[in-house]
């Protein structure tokens, strides 16, 4: 289940896109037809706003004979059309919430499912029978304020750092070169903001799916808990985005030969299923792209298995030491793998004492 829970999260995200999409196109093409008169001698009435089908019955034509009724522009004169850029911000805005707003459901919802298992002291027989499915019950009854919150921190950010690429694209044709360093640096502050805040809700999230706790307290723990095992976290950190990157790289290489062979018509089997091209390299990269996001996607629930257990397995190293009383709730596989250096550092102190 954890494996399709992907589709699930691509399936909602798909959603808030569908629902910006169309209500930034039924703003964008909320206009009405502005007219405007139109002379080439001299009256008072040029440059006024007209409407074409009673035009002819107005007084416009008696003191002006030779004036026009003629389409200006798309627009509007109403407060609606005046502020229409502030309603697109707000469904720009709408959009980046709701969207950080599920990707946080899909993470928290993961979180809760490994961290049940983690934390089942009898694997598998104390985890619930559904752990995907409860721990999205849980999400969605207990956590959707916590969940709100963090994706509205990321959603300001993200919308400081689209105004700043807006400005970046008018100022590029000015010379003011302090103006181009100060937004420079901005881009660079805001883009370094963005990833920190996303690194700390995520495991804010894993720690509100282990405790409950509410955000700001759970970001506050998540963050002390990695600082106190800072050199691990750098390790682990590496090593999984390099063996995902290449986990990435292998689907989407495999997937790009086959495709190249394929609309190449040099695989036997389908060669006469393969259609005829003039230029094949289009579907072929389309079919990488699809590929990567694809991957990207189910990869991205191994990336959340690996940060869920580490954070529960350095709660479990704080809250026991491994004897009788406190035993640890790791699996034996598990404290094989990282605590085995603890363990050669613990042999020449056990034998002098």
Avoid at 72 to 80: I, K, L, M, S, V
Avoid at 176 to 188: D, R, S, V
Avoid at 207 to 215: H, L, V
Avoid at 225 to 254: E, P, Q, S, Y
Wanted: proline share 3%.
């Amino acid at each position: 289940c954890s494996l399709v829970f992907p589709l699930f999260t691509f399936l909602l995200v798909c959603l808030c896109i569908a629902y910006w999409a169309i209500t930034a196109v039924f703003l964008s093409t909320s206009n009405e037809a502005i007219y405007k008169i139109f002379n080439e001698t001299q009256c008072d009435y040029a440059g006024k706003t007209c409407d074409p089908e009673t035009f002819n019955t107005t007084n416009v034509t008696r003191m002006c004979p030779d004036a026009r009724c003629q389409f200006a522009f798309y627009g509007g004169e109403t407060y609606y059309h005046k502020y229409l850029i502030v309603f697109q911000i707000y469904n720009a805005f709408m959009f980046l919430w709701l969207a950080n707003f599920v990707i946080a459901l899909g993470q928290v919802t993961l979180a809760g499912a490994f961290a049940s298992y983690y934390w089942a002291f009898k694997k598998p027989d104390d985890m619930p029978a559904f752990p995907i499915f409860s721990s999205l019950g849980r999400a969605l009854r207990y956590h959707t304020g916590s969940l709100a919150f963090g994706s509205l921190i990321l959603a300001i950010v993200q919308l400081i750092r689209i105004m700043l690429e807006y400005l970046d694209h008018k100022l590029k044709g000015a010379d003011n070169k302090c103006a181009h360093f100060l937004l420079c640096c901005l881009k660079c502050c805001f883009w370094c903001l963005e990833k920190f805040i996303k690194f700390l809700n995520r495991n804010a999230y894993i720690m509100i799916a282990i405790y409950g706790t509410n955000f700001c307290t759970s970001a506050r723990n998540a963050f002390f808990l990695l600082m106190r095992n800072i050199i691990r976290v750098a390790v682990l950190d590496k090593v999984t985005d390099f063996l995902l990157f290449l986990g990435k790289l292998l689907v989407v290489g495999c997937v790009g030969i086959l495709a190249f062979f394929f609309f190449t018509r040099r695989i036997q089997i389908v060669q006469d299923t393969a259609p005829t091209l003039n230029y094949y390299w289009v579907p072929i990269l389309t079919v990488i792209i699809g590929s990567y996001l694809i991957a990207h996607g189910f990869f991205s629930v191994y990336g959340m298995c690996v940060d869920t257990l580490f954070l529960c397995f350095c709660e479990d190293l704080e809250r026991n030491d491994g004897s009788l009383e406190r035993p640890y709730y790791m699996s034996p596989e598990l404290s094989h793998i990282l605590l085995k250096k603890d363990a050669e550092l613990l042999k020449p102190s056990e034998s002098q004492s």
